[in-house]
């Protein structure tokens, strides 16, 4: 079965850190443009972050440029998403979606940044 699978969300004070994980499997992510999303209650989705299929171009929102890092590491068929500096307002489901011959989206991971 072709899937994608969040990891390392949690609950962390303001000013912490996480790393998200987007591990595929059933398909090889190398093929793939790799975007993250994230859904806060009552708000709409906004699209995060993004990386082409060798990793070459990044785009990041302004709401997290400067505090979060893409990355991707293709043998490993996994995409991360460093998240630093993080504020009460990056609170919400994270998601990843890899864009290519097919879609697919990953279950989401809860990221709640509470002191």
């Known amino acids: 079965q072709s899937q994608l699978v969040e990891s390392g969300g949690g609950l962390v004070q303001p000013g912490g850190s996480l790393r998200l994980s987007c591990e595929a499997s059933g398909f090889a992510l190398d093929d793939y443009y790799i975007t993250w999303f994230r859904q806060a209650p009552g708000k709409e989705r906004e699209g995060v972050s993004c990386i082409t299929r060798g990793g070459a171009t990044i785009y990041y929102s302004d709401s997290v440029k400067g505090r979060f890092i893409i990355s991707r590491d293709n043998d490993k068929n996994t995409v991360w998403l460093q998240m630093n500096s993080l504020k009460s307002e990056d609170t919400a489901v994270y998601y990843c979606?890899?864009?290519?011959?097919?879609?697919?989206w990953g279950q989401g991971t809860q990221v709640t940044v509470s002191s």
């Open positions: 979606t890899a864009a290519g011959a097919v879609d697919y």
